[in-house]
């Protein structure tokens, strides 16, 4: 849907000269138009008014061929609900087309991949028979995938699509099963608003990684947002790692000053926070599982699968990639479902070798939940700084 602005103003987006009339008569720019319409962005304060005078258009039906549902629009709706739906029951598209599963292309002790498009793949799997939903999807960023997928859609094709998949994640999640949402800041505004009338919210994770290089006249990116959300009122499983204290990467020694609290300080760790700034991304060759990018981080995986889902739970993914969630999740003893509609190659690869996943799981676990990791409490005792140990005696002592 595009230039929902210009047609609610009957005014064809190639006559400039009828634009420019219009324009003049609203007493809105030219450029503030089409900023307006190629947007879709609500004008607001005066050239709200200018421009529903000009057009001689009520602001409820601008709002309304806009697709602008507010709260206020919302509400109206639900108090004309039983007259405007004989208007629209017949006009609504029923996708009935049953396509066959995908053919599957790897089966596991605990989990299976299918090769081909999610949304052929999902209506084949069970209402609430998932545990926890992770997805992980490209983010229309023109970027060019194995698979050739179209990868520069109009936002509002790309915002149509995720919603079509994520209303079968919603179907197939368990009630108290854990939705987790992996995409740049941009799409998950929207795609919050979709699932907050669908889900419970829990959190926006903010997962500091640069993602591009600085952009003139913006601030530079530097945080993934992660939207975690629950069926009902509270996740069946929640027990968050914790994490060690922050330390000086030379010394050891504290970064912030804990005075008088240290003995008070959880020797298992410092709770868990919604900004996450300890997550690498993969960019070292030797942990790369494919070539380009597109690959997340096995300690993402590791922390968001301890976080909401139990040994033997079922773990769906709809955008496999290079199977990171697929790796991580077999190591843990969870089951699972993937399915990726490019070459598969590189899981089948990884899923041949999974001992050096499950190293470097092994090693970031030994780095989770303790306040101190044993490196780390080597070298502090080396540099003689504190440790849990030694203000544990100090009590004692006094
Ligand atoms: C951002 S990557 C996922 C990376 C993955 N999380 C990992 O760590 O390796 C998105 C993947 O989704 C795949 N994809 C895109 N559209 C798809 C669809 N409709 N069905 C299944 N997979 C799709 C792409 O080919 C790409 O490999």
């Known amino acids: 849907m595009k230039n929902l602005l210009y047609d609610a103003l009957n005014l064809d987006p190639d006559d400039k000269l009828a634009l420019h009339r219009f324009s003049r008569q609203a007493g809105v720019s030219p450029q503030k138009l089409d900023y307006y319409n ?24 601008l709002k309304i061929k806009m697709g602008i549902l507010d709260s206020s ?3 109206l709706i639900l108090q004309n609900a039983d007259e405007i739906f004989p208007l629209i029951e017949n006009t609504v598209k029923r996708d009935n087309e049953s396509k066959s599963v995908p053919p599957k292309v790897l089966e596991t002790e605990l989990g299976s991949l299918y090769q081909g498009d999610c949304l052929e793949l999902m209506p084949h799997l069970e209402s609430e028979s998932a545990d926890l939903v992770f997805a992980d999807p490209p983010f ?3 970027k060019l995938y194995p698979s050739k997928i179209d990868d520069n859609l109009k936002a509002e094709q790309y915002l ?7 209303a079968e994640c919603v179907r197939i999640l368990k009630y108290g099963g854990s939705l987790f949402l992996w995409n740049l800041p941009k799409w998950n505004s929207y795609l919050a608003e979709y699932l907050n009338r669908r889900l419970t919210f829990r959190h926006w994770i903010s997962v500091n990684i640069k993602y591009s290089l600085p952009i003139r006249g913006r601030l530079y990116p530097s945080h993934y947002s992660l939207l975690y959300y629950c069926k009902g009122e509270k996740p069946n499983v929640f027990h968050p790692d914790r994490l060690p204290m922050d330390l000086c990467p030379h010394c050891r020694g504290d970064i912030k000053d804990y005075g008088g609290y240290k003995n008070k300080m959880n020797p298992e ?20 599982k ?18 909401a889902s139990d040994r033997d739970d079922v773990i769906f993914d709809p955008f496999g990639g290079s199977g990171t969630t697929y790796a991580v999740a077999e190591i843990k003893k969870r089951k699972w479902i993937g399915v990726e509609v490019g070459p598969i190659e590189d899981i089948i690869r990884r899923f041949d070798n999974l001992d050096e996943d499950a190293q470097y799981l092994s090693k970031i ?27 544990k005696k100090e009590k004692i002592g006094k």
């Open 160 to 166: 149509k699509w995720c919603e079509k998949w994520l």
């Open 38 to 61: 190629r947007g879709n962005i609500l004008p607001s304060g005066s050239d709200l008014k200018g421009i529903c005078s000009a057009g001689d258009i009520p602001e409820l039906k």
């Open 269 to 288: 760790g410092i709770n868990l926070t919604d900004v996450w700034s300890d997550i690498p991304p993969v960019r070292h060759k030797k942990y790369k």
């Open 140 to 142: 229309n960023l023109n």
């Open 73 to 75: 629009v919302r509400d």
């Open 365 to 391: 676990r030994k780095q989770t939940n303790c306040l101190i990791t044993s490196e780390d409490l080597k070298k502090r005792i080396e540099n003689g700084w504190w440790t849990p140990e030694s203000v």
């Open 290 to 307: 494919r070539n380009g990018s597109n690959e997340l981080s096995v300690k993402l995986m590791d922390r968001i699968i301890e976080m």
